[in-house]
């Protein structure tokens, strides 16, 4: 007989804690006591004093386990969790909460062993279904989680957050009817269940009913005014109504709220690129007097943590930094300082001298589809773009490769911005068809190191078109985009074609198929039209070193990937 199994019979009889069993109890009901009330430390205490009368009792190491969750100490209430299943397998519950704490941990296999461990012992287990379902969809795998989640409306029809989670692997399995029904039997058990209006209105758009999509965004900002993620889809929902200005109004809430005027900075680290970049941009409005005396001392805090990080011998951009280091540039860095939306352009935005007709016959030519556009806008747009690229203190979003990047809900969205993406999709409209704008942004490039990793986009249709003076460019062979030639695998999910952390994987799969590298040069005013499934790249970058000579793309991605 082994240890393991020897401990589970003595647990069982009771043995090594069969005289003090009173005082276990006694200590394990001070704990729950404790914990009910919200005082985790005190249930620890008490508990961990039951451990000590009998060290391998399974509901006190379980008991361990929840409170060291709630604690975030989530290794320990692993192993306290893992310890009381070895002790008593047969406790659906344990098995139960060892997924729940599995899944935090991001350890999603061993998080559905548990969930099928749990409903195995106990059939009618409509939280562990549910669960189970979620942890599934995380993965990807959409046909089990519906199985799931189906399972757990079947033993507990009046579960509105299944419901609506049912509804959210429907329509990431592009059935949007289904998930429409589904959101709306949510809706029906919990009238203000906010993320349900949020995803109905999503599905919505979908559908063509945009104005019943309008009112369920602000429906579910009318039940959490602070909802910026219902905000920022109503924004979405009204730049595809055509109005523009609310549409802004809306993305820009979105952007204030997430930079959080005047927040302590809370991050440990810093990204090197991203100072030089700030320290840049706002010596460039105090020379074009677009800001004022009050923001001197944040450009001297600029100057000298520069010249510390220059000092640091620890490669690598990003840096570890005390945050006591951070406080001269903290009242702005998390700050949008300037920021003025470009208005549209009166007589269109888009070059007139575009040919629709020769660029779609070149974009259906080739398959999957990749096609160029030279001149896309005219000066004024270009112009008016590029001002605000260089004056719009957006940029936020750091990432280790030396860039700094602004989406629609961090200050990126304008009324020019949306006129470029509509006047596209309808002169266009044999690449476009029905698809409409569903993300945007925009990247700006430290010319001192190298672009974006090769990943895939989830949309339809890729639009990525360049604005920085081609004199800056100092190769003119390269500076583009590197689109190869074979789609993402359609059972791969978001995260495993659009993460860093796949690049081998997909540079394996690349090489595996036998894809061809299609190679743009960087032109500035060029866009690359592409099938967005296509993994993609940031060619070999070799600008001038200095503010307005940064490489700035901006893409436009429109509609949803796998729908037709």
């Not at 419901?163 to 589904?182: F, M, P, R, S």
């Not at 579910?220 to 889809?233: D, F, H, K």
């Not at 070149?362 to 008016?384: C, K, M, Q, W």
């Not at 540079?507 to 500035?524: F, K, M």
Request: hydrophobic share 40%; aromatic share 10%.
């Amino acid at each position: 007989m082994n240890r393991a199994e020897r401990r589970r019979q003595e647990a069982r009889r009771g043995i090594g804690h069969r005289a003090s069993g009173v005082t276990i109890q006694a200590w394990l009901d001070q704990g729950r006591a404790h914990q009910q009330a919200g005082r985790l430390i005190e249930a620890e205490q008490a508990y961990r004093h039951a451990l000590e009368l009998s060290p391998e009792h399974p509901d006190t190491l379980h008991l361990l386990g929840l409170v060291t969750y709630r604690l975030n100490r989530i290794p320990e209430a692993l192993d306290f969790l893992h310890a009381a299943v070895e002790m008593e397998s047969s406790t659906p519950v344990y098995w139960f909460n060892l997924g729940v704490v599995s899944q935090k941990a991001g350890r999603s296999q061993e998080a559905i062993e548990a969930y099928q461990k749990a409903v195995a012992l106990n059939p009618r287990y409509p939280e562990a279904y549910g669960n189970l379902g979620n942890v599934f969809r995380d993965c990807g795998n959409l046909k089990d989680a519906v199985a799931a989640y189906q399972q757990a409306l079947q033993l507990n029809p009046s579960q509105a957050d299944i419901h609506n989670n049912l509804g959210v692997a429907k329509k990431e399995q592009g059935y949007i009817e289904d998930a429409v029904v589904a959101y709306r039997r949510a809706l029906e058990l919990k009238p203000k269940h906010a993320e349900a209006l949020n995803n109905l209105g999503l599905a919505l758009m979908e559908v063509g009913t945009l104005r019943d999509a309008i009112a369920s965004f602000q429906q579910a900002l009318s039940v959490m005014p602070g909802y910026q993620t219902a905000r920022y889809n109503l924004g979405i929902a009204w730049s595809w109504a055509g109005d523009d200005t609310r549409a802004v109004e809306c993305l820009q809430q979105v952007a204030h709220a997430k930079h959080d005027q005047g927040r302590t900075i809370a991050e440990t680290a810093i990204y090197r690129s991203r100072v030089k970049h700030d320290l840049e941009q706002i010596q460039y409005l105090f020379d074009q007097q677009k800001l004022g005396n009050d923001q001197r001392s944040y450009l001297q805090s600029l100057i000298d943590l520069q010249e510390q990080l220059h000092r640091n011998p620890t490669p690598g951009n990003r840096l570890a930094i005390a945050p006591a280091d951070l406080m001269g540039i903290a009242p702005s860095f998390n700050r949008i300082l300037f920021c003025v939306p470009p208005a549209r352009v009166d007589q269109g935005a888009l070059n007139l001298s575009l040919d629709p007709a020769s660029i779609e016959a070149r974009y259906h030519a080739t398959r999957p589809e990749v096609a160029f556009i030279d001149g896309l806008l005219n000066e004024e747009a270009l112009n008016s773009l590029r001002r605000f690229c260089w004056e719009a203190t957006i940029w936020k979003k750091d990432y280790e490769n030396g860039y700094t990047g602004a989406f629609l809900g961090d200050g990126f969205a304008s009324p020019l911005l949306f006129q470029i993406a509509e006047e596209l999709r309808l002169k266009f409209p044999c690449i476009f068809r029905h698809h409409r704008l569903t993300q945007s942004w925009a990247f700006k490039h430290d010319s001192t190191r190298r672009g974006l990793n090769i990943h895939a986009d989830a949309a339809a249709v890729n639009v990525n078109f360049w604005i920085t003076p081609d004199e800056a460019n100092l190769n003119p062979d390269t500076g583009g985009l590197v689109v190869y030639d074979k789609e993402a695998p359609r059972e791969w999910n978001f995260k495993e074609y659009n993460s860093d952390r796949n690049k081998p994987k997909i540079l394996a799969w690349l090489n595996e198929v036998g894809a061809q590298a299609i190679r743009i040069p960087y032109r500035a005013n060029r866009a690359v039209v592409f099938n967005s499934d296509l993994f993609h790249e940031t060619d070999d970058i070799s600008f001038k070193d200095d503010y307005r000579s940064r490489r700035i793309n901006i893409t436009l991605l429109y509609g949803y990937r796998l729908r037709d």
